[in-house]
């Protein structure tokens, strides 16, 4: 087995288990930007340390950084702010297992930007299997009760801030794939945690900015529920250090097809963590994207 596979599979558990931890943030302590704020502020300190710990342990010398990698990192980190920032918003629409699914439409924007990016595309059967996936993206964008006219249960609030997230996901992953492929030396995970480590600091300086101009007190309400938010940001160093690895060992869009198995630690999470009812389209439209990362699994 290729180790990005378990290296995926892993960026997805954590992942799942940042997100349920963050929609009870954002529902109960914190806004939308304060449950963001909290998965890189407390995650930031110990990626710094990991990297500098792992290049002195593995006897690697810290990678020279070039100019081109800050504007592939700095546009990725402002990318990730954005689409994490949609994607809370997106929790409090609807249920927490189509929230994380209409995130997945950054599998098929990823094969675009990673072809304009870095000239890296999939091939036809694996471009099939995604678009499959939009048959489902479709399915679960119509809103409870389903009435109305249909472009009114097709676009509504929160079709626009799931693809919104998924867009903006896309371009962070290529970003960070290209960010940590200009890195002139260093084995696959040494990149990926000094990537991290940079992206993760300039991330929290420009939330900070950002808490203290807009939302003013939000900074210190964080703080306050570090219980919680410290283990957002455990689960999100654990998630983003095997993203940040997985996209230096493949192209961004096979990992992310394959991180579709998220769907189905999701879809447990929904009912189990948090005793929401899953439709029957919603079950349809999960049932035709389970499909697609079936497809994908097989065709990559």
Known sequence: MDLWIPVTLTA??????????????????????????????YSAPIAAVMALLYSQQSGQPLPAIPPVFW???????????????????????????????FKKTEVLMSVLVGILVLGEGVTAWGFA????????????????????????????????LGLLSGAFFAVSGVGYRAASL?????????????????VTAVQVLAMVLWLSWREAGEILRV???????????LASLVGSTCWFWAFTLQTVAYVNALGQVELIFALTASVFVFGEKVSAREWQGLAVLTASILGLVLVT
């Open 12 to 41: 997805a558990a954590a992942q799942t288990l940042r997100f349920v931890l963050q929609k009870k943030l954002s529902s109960t302590k914190l806004s939308t930007a304060g449950a963001t704020f909290a998965r890189f502020a």
């Open 129 to 160: 299997a995604i678009c499959l996936g939009l048959v489902g993206v479709f399915l679960l964008s119509d809103p409870p009760g389903g009435t109305g006219r249909w472009y009114h249960r097709i676009w509504n609030r929160a079709a626009g």
């Open 182 to 198: 200009s890195l002139g030396s260093g084995d696959p995970f040494q990149r990926a945690v000094v990537t991290l480590a940079c």
């Open 71 to 101: 504007a592939y990192a700095l546009t990725g980190g402002a990318a990730q702010i954005i689409a994490t920032n949609a994607l809370v918003a997106l929790f409090r629409e609807r249920n927490f297992a189509v929230g994380l699914t």
């Open 223 to 233: 703080l306050k529920a570090w219980r919680m938010a410290s283990v957002v940001g």
